[in-house]
T-cell receptor, first 112, second 115 residues
């Protein structure tokens, strides 16, 4: 019974072609997060939603946007992917601020 | 923010206890320490967290020193499936643009369980 679901697991996009990654959760958690993890590096927080309140990390490029239309779903939009955006993108949730986070399996993005 | 320091890698024999240390000397009195692990090609997995008392759950035990400057994660009977990168994470950075909610991952400890 998956709790944090990410689709697709693998995504290939072309340089400059917009791409959207999706995340859904069955936990009814208030907070949803997006992390980027490049090869051999630790995950890095891009932004998060506390309910409908969007919080962007200071160094997240403008090329990355997010939408949370309801409690269950959150989307990561990359407006013009570059080769450097190839990475694993991880979605996570937590019941409330500061609590333990539950991660999805990730979407591995390849940019050609 | 409270930074953490971990050894880059450790080996442990299958069936033995794996003891993973973490230094968090700048942690303040009301800040929790969290442990996560990431098995290859999977998302990180929450393991355990603690404030000042030792904690135990079905996955692991967490021993926190009395001065709270360091902690040790103990996997009592390591199996091959415990091979992963283990992250000791202090409290979020309240001065980051996103506020005090996200996790700041360090480099972690790559634990390799040997058969």
């Amino acid at each position: 019974d998956a709790m944090v679901i990410q689709n697709p697991r693998y995504q290939v996009t072309q340089f400059g072609k917009p791409v959207t990654l999706s995340c859904s959760q069955t936990l009814n958690h208030n907070v949803m997060y997006w992390y980027q993890q490049k090869s051999s590096q630790a995950p890095k927080l891009l932004f998060h939603y506390y309910d409908k309140d969007f919080n962007n990390e200071a160094d997240t490029p403008d090329n990355f946007q997010s939408r949370r239309p309801n409690t269950s779903f959150c989307f990561l939009d990359i407006r013009s992917p570059g080769l450097g955006d190839a990475a694993m993108y991880l979605c996570a949730t937590s019941r409330d601020r500061g609590g333990e986070q539950y991660f999805g399996p990730g979407t591995r993005l390849t940019v050609t | 923010d409270a930074k953490t320091t971990q050894p880059p890698s450790m080996d442990c024999a299958e069936g033995r206890a794996a003891n993973l240390p973490c230094n968090h000397s700048t942690i303040s009195g009301n800040e929790y320490v969290y442990w996560y692990r990431q098995i290859h090609s999977q998302g990180p997995q929450y393991i355990i967290h603690g404030l000042k008392n030792n904690e135990t759950n079905e996955m692991a035990s967490l021993i926190i020193t009395e001065d709270r400057k360091s902690s040790t994660l103990i996997l009592p009977h390591a199996t091959l499936r415990d091979t992963a990168v283990y992250y000791c994470i202090g409290p979020p950075d309240p001065y980051s643009g996103g506020g005090a909610d996200g996790l700041t991952f360090g480099k972690g400890t790559h634990l390799i369980i040997q058969p």
